[in-house]
């Protein structure tokens, strides 16, 4: 490890383990530190990570509100690509890396440093999202990752680094927490410790933006959601901003028990990891959003994105929302979301998202070719010869022994 570092700027919660790094990174390397903390919608305050970066003697502190940013930059243009990875998990954690990454890098260049570190473990996707971020942007920055470095391998390690240099410890530290918790305006994720075993069923107070679902109310909540041009404007005919949108389908969903999830995904780094997602806002977003296209996406474009949405989820999963396969991809999905104007309905009830009804003054929906009643723009004799074309090669290959 070698300790040319004069200044370094740290991805900083305020939390035990980015306090006991910023001391560390002070001892390692002797170089001074520059902290940084994000509000994503994370949720509670973060004036005492502010406080405290100073009481450990920290000069330049940047706490900064991305929330905005980071819903209509990052979230709005993933959902417009129907990311799902695995097929299931709408990458709460994932998107939320590549802007953390972008401000740190900012950061260090207004500020002269040249490092920046993160507190990721060396096991985890995260690293890896966050080291790509940093390389793409400044590839001559420095990256020191303390988890892979340092030999405080336990939170009991941990703890005696902190008491040794009077780092404040929050006595719900002092134990073992029954999960690691990560959290933003779009999921908050559970991982770790009694979730290590895929068949121990998660306990209820998990939960801390989702009502379980049979704890939800006997009643139907029916709500509006009104889309532009791919992107969601309004709840309830309100127009709002992208991330006050987020935070109102947050609350909507959540008390009605929407969008927990329990999956086991493969990590980019090799291992199978077990998570509990909480996504409310998204899973009704989501939803929303697939019934607009059903009426203003054209069959083919539909279909195109949809098969190009594995690999863009996959991309962003494993970090590479810089990388110019996704620039080039995002270029498509833009294009596609172009039509994906007008208003969804939606019922929520314990758990589930139902659509009841969508309108669009860009719908493709012809209701006088589709009715069973008698019509006069579609003549029923031509799908003979369509369905005859389709079926030659299928008794071509019949006839010639296939």
Do not use: C
Not at 66 to 89: I, Q
Not at 150 to 159: A, E, F, K, M
Not at 200 to 216: G, K, Q
């Amino acid at each position: 490890m070698t300790k040319d570092v004069k200044k370094v700027v740290l991805a900083y919660s305020g939390g035990l383990d980015t306090s006991v790094i910023l001391r560390w990174l002070q001892d390692a390397y002797g170089a001074e530190v520059v902290t940084f903390t994000a509000d994503l919608g994370q949720g509670g305050e973060l004036e005492p990570a502010r406080k405290k970066a100073e009481m450990l003697g920290i000069k330049q502190i940047f706490v900064e509100d991305l929330r905005e940013e980071f819903v209509r930059d990052y979230v709005f243009p993933m959902f417009r690509g129907a990311a799902l990875y695995e097929g299931t998990y709408l990458l709460g954690t994932s998107i939320a890396r590549p802007l953390i990454a972008k401000r740190q890098i900012e950061i260090a260049a207004e500020t002269g440093a040249d490092a920046v570190s993160h507190g990721a473990t060396g096991k985890g996707n995260d690293q890896v999202r966050f080291e790509l971020g940093y390389y793409a942007l400044n590839p001559g920055i420095r990256v020191i990752a303390p988890w892979r470095e340092w030999d405080l391998t336990s939170r009991t390690r941990l703890i005696e680094y902190a008491e040794k240099h009077q780092i404040p410890i929050p006595k719900d530290k002092r134990g073992e927490a029954p999960y690691s918790q990560d959290a933003n305006l779009l999921h908050i994720s559970s991982e770790g410790k009694v979730l290590e075993d895929p068949w121990i069923e998660a306990d209820d107070n998990i939960y801390t933006r989702v009502v379980a679902p049979w704890d939800a109310p006997d009643k139907v909540t029916e709500i509006t959601i009104d889309f532009e041009r791919g992107d969601a404007v309004a709840v309830n005919g309100e127009k709002m901003s992208p991330a006050t949108l987020l935070t109102k389908l947050n609350e909507l969903g959540g008390a009605n028990g929407i969008g927990i999830l329990d999956i086991v995904e493969n990590r980019f780094v090799g291992m199978k990891s077990r998570g509990v997602y909480e996504t409310p806002g998204g899973t009704v977003l989501f939803a929303a959003r697939r019934a607009m296209e059903s009426i203003t996406l054209d069959r083919g474009a539909m279909h195109q994105r949809d098969e190009l949405m594995p690999r863009y989820a996959e991309l962003i999963y494993n970090g590479f929302w810089f990388a110019p396969e996704r620039e080039m991809l995002q270029a498509a999905i833009d294009k596609a979301a172009e039509r994906v104007t007008g208003t969804v309905r939606l019922k929520l009830y314990k758990g589930n998202v139902m659509v009841t009804g969508r309108k669009s003054p860009n719908s493709l929906y012809d209701e006088a070719l589709v009715t069973f009643e008698e019509d006069q723009v579609y003549d029923q004799r031509d799908a003979q010869g369509f369905i005859k074309l389709n079926a030659l090669r299928l008794m071509t290959l019949k006839r010639n022994g296939g």
